[in-house]
């Protein structure tokens, strides 16, 4: 009886390790379906559970792309990087570790890639471009990047020179003009219903001093000035501030467009098929 038992759990033991259930092919056919299912973090601990012989070049693209699409970009780096420069998949590794840049805006780190590769890649140009007006940067000339025969430089020239000469408002010029006539500084800066209010008010106000002081009515008259002046005063106020939220606005439409070209491109869905 006891050399039954014996028999049975060493059966068992022996059935659980020769599991055909986790087999290395059949480990990769579960981890190739959840991938394809979009199962991406299931899916990167599926290959990674493979025996080493077994992982090959595109089992590493696909766990850095795993780990990519779920934001862990240090891990996806780690198994991009892992790939030999000579792998079929070598230019797509080297696209997702600029993707990755772009998306932790480390400019420098995508010039090195750039400047490094002998084959770039276009669309990787025109991210680093982006970046570059996202940060500010436009001491540079965008033929050296680009085509003028590119589908994309018509869009990305409007931008760059959007960025380069912007449409900012003199905050000096707008309290200069509020100065000589109430109002007109917010005009300036298209803020068109503050200033008519503005030069409305200050000149009634003003009317109603000069008439109080002209019919000998002091106190009013001394009233009507204080308030007038407040009037006059505050709307070159105003208008400077008027001029910095315009400036503001300038430079949050232009992000807002530039995010919006962006998202209406391509430039993050190429990829190789593994799935069709």
Known sequence: MKSIIISLAFSTILIAQINPLKSPDNIKLFADHLYCEQDYLRAAEEYKSLPDFKISDTILYKIGKCYSIVGDYDEAMFFFTALNSSSPFAD??????????????????LDRLLSNKTSKKNNLIKLKVTLMLESELTDFNLNDYLDEGDSDYVELSKLYYERKNPDYKSE?????????????????????????????????FSYLAYDNFKHDHNFKGYLFSGIAAGFY??????SVASAQ???????????????D??????????DYDFCN
């Open 92 to 109: 797509f590794a080297n696209n997702e570790i600029g993707k990755i840049y772009f998306l932790k805006k480390d400019l420098s780190s």
């Open 172 to 204: 000096i010029l707008a309290g200069i003009l509020s100065s000589v006539i109430p109002g007109s500084g917010k005009i300036y800066t298209e803020n068109y219903g503050d200033g008519i209010t503005a030069f409305i008010l200050t000149g009634l």
């Open 233 to 238: 005063f505050g709307n070159i106020y105003g």
């Open 245 to 259: 939220i315009f400036n503001v606005r300038v430079d949050f439409d232009f992000l807002k467009n530039l995010s």
């Open 261 to 270: 070209f962006i998202s209406r491109k391509s430039y993050f869905a190429e």
